[in-house]
């Protein structure tokens, strides 16, 4: 036997290898954990019941023990399964020509990049840029963009109806607005390039906001006067949540096209502008209807 075995075979004797097991004693009693049943607080109080009927918040959940009810656990899973879809979602190529727009592309190759690189979503690849010189209209005073943004759900749900209503809302008010145009992987300063080519005063893109818990179909709006490459976003003007659950197309429009017009007439956007002088700029900021949450999960559904 070598030294070196011979030294490992005195160390297990040491340490009782030739009796591993310890004696065997009885094992003492193990009590019983406590008899303890958490009942959830059925009861809201007065303000959590109050509260409720103006916000889609969870308000006054209540609680099992240290821990959510079961139904308001599944509510939160389903909520977010809603916003895990809006951003997986992708437009569809065809999509774009089958409403109506010119289709346009950023650097974008993939989805995945899209989420990886914002850079790459800021600026036109070559094909789009010569067909936006190509058959977009110029020197027009609103250039109208819509786009997938981080919700293509939001885009192919509410994009047409927005840019229909925000159309008119500024040929309303005398203003020329551009050639429809959608782009895919498109990020918000993607705007820029695309207002600086066809030379309009403001460029306004309408694109899938990111989700939120049960929102996945939300719009955001920004707005900047003399778009060119190099805009910041203190330049710009935005108004999100535009969805049927939070501020109806319908009423967006008006306030876009409002901002629009104000920014042509004051010749800035952004930090610059003053909203005071906006015409119409208080409308819609009254006391809305209270909003009821939307249950995605039932009890029945467990």
Same mark, same amino acid.
């Given at each position: 036997?070598?030294?070196?075995?011979?030294?490992?075979?005195?160390?297990?004797?040491?340490?009782?290898?030739?009796?591993?097991?310890?004696?065997?004693?009885?094992?003492?009693?193990?009590?019983?954990?406590?008899?303890?049943?958490?009942?959830?607080?059925?009861?809201?109080?007065? @303000?959590?019941?109050?509260?409720?009927?103006?916000?889609?918040?969870?308000? $006054?959940?209540?609680?099992? $023990?240290?821990? +959510?009810?079961?139904?308001?656990?599944?509510? @939160?899973?389903?909520?977010?399964?809603?916003?895990?879809?809006?951003?997986?979602?992708?437009?569809?190529?065809?999509?774009?020509?089958?409403?109506?727009?010119?289709?346009?592309?950023?650097?974008?190759?993939?989805?995945?990049?899209?989420?990886?690189?914002?850079?790459?979503?800021?600026?036109?690849?070559?094909?789009?840029?010569?067909?936006?010189?190509?058959?977009?209209?110029?020197?027009?005073?609103?250039?109208?963009?819509?786009?997938?943004?981080?919700?293509?759900?939001?885009?192919?749900?509410?994009?047409?109806?927005?840019?229909?209503?925000?159309?008119?809302?500024?040929?309303?008010?005398?203003?020329?607005?551009?050639?429809?145009?959608?782009?895919? @992987?498109?990020?918000?300063?993607?705007?820029?390039?695309?207002?600086?080519?066809?030379?309009?005063?403001?460029?306004?893109?309408?694109?899938?906001?990111?989700?939120?818990?049960?929102?996945?179909? $939300?719009?955001?709006? +920004?707005?900047?006067?003399?778009?060119?490459?190099?805009?910041?976003?203190?330049?710009?003007?935005?108004?999100?949540?535009?969805?049927?659950?939070?501020?109806?197309?319908?009423?967006?429009?008006?306030?876009?096209?409002?901002?629009?017009?104000?920014?042509?007439?004051?010749?800035?956007?952004?930090?610059?502008?003053?909203?005071?002088?906006?015409?119409?700029?208080?409308?819609?900021?009254?006391?809305?209807?209270?909003?009821?949450?939307?249950?995605?999960?039932?009890?029945?559904?467990?």
């Amino acid at each position: 036997m070598s030294t070196t075995r011979a030294m490992i075979a005195a160390l297990r004797d040491r340490l009782g290898a030739g009796d591993p097991m310890p004696p065997r004693e009885p094992l003492p009693p193990v009590p019983a954990p406590p008899a303890r049943v958490y009942a959830p607080r059925r009861e809201q109080s007065r @303000f959590a019941r109050e509260a409720a009927r103006h916000t889609t918040a969870l308000v $006054g959940i209540g609680h099992v $023990g240290t821990r +959510y009810a079961t139904d308001v656990v599944l509510q @939160f899973q389903a909520e977010l399964a809603v916003a895990h879809h809006a951003v997986a979602a992708e437009l569809p190529d065809d999509w774009a020509a089958a409403h109506g727009f010119v289709p346009l592309r950023s650097r974008v190759s993939t989805h995945r990049e899209f989420l990886l690189r914002p850079d790459l979503g800021r600026r036109l690849d070559g094909p789009s840029l010569e067909r936006l010189r190509a058959e977009a209209d110029r020197g027009v005073d609103v250039q109208i963009i819509v786009a997938d943004g981080l919700s293509a759900v939001a885009c192919q749900q509410s994009g047409p109806a927005l840019y229909a209503t925000l159309r008119v809302a500024c040929e309303r008010r005398g203003l020329r607005v551009g050639t429809a145009v959608c782009a895919k @992987f498109a990020r918000v300063w993607l705007e820029d390039e695309i207002g600086q080519e066809v030379g309009a005063k403001v460029a306004v893109i309408l694109l899938g906001e990111r989700p939120g818990l049960g929102t996945g179909d $939300g719009l955001s709006a +920004y707005l900047v006067h003399g778009p060119r490459v190099g805009k910041t976003d203190g330049d710009r003007n935005m108004m999100s949540n535009i969805h049927a659950r939070g501020t109806p197309p319908e009423q967006a429009a008006e306030r876009l096209a409002a901002l629009a017009a104000a920014m042509i007439e004051q010749g800035t956007s952004g930090v610059g502008l003053d909203l005071a002088r906006v015409p119409g700029g208080d409308a819609g900021r009254g006391y809305r209807a209270p909003q009821v949450r939307q249950r995605l999960v039932e009890k029945g559904d467990r």
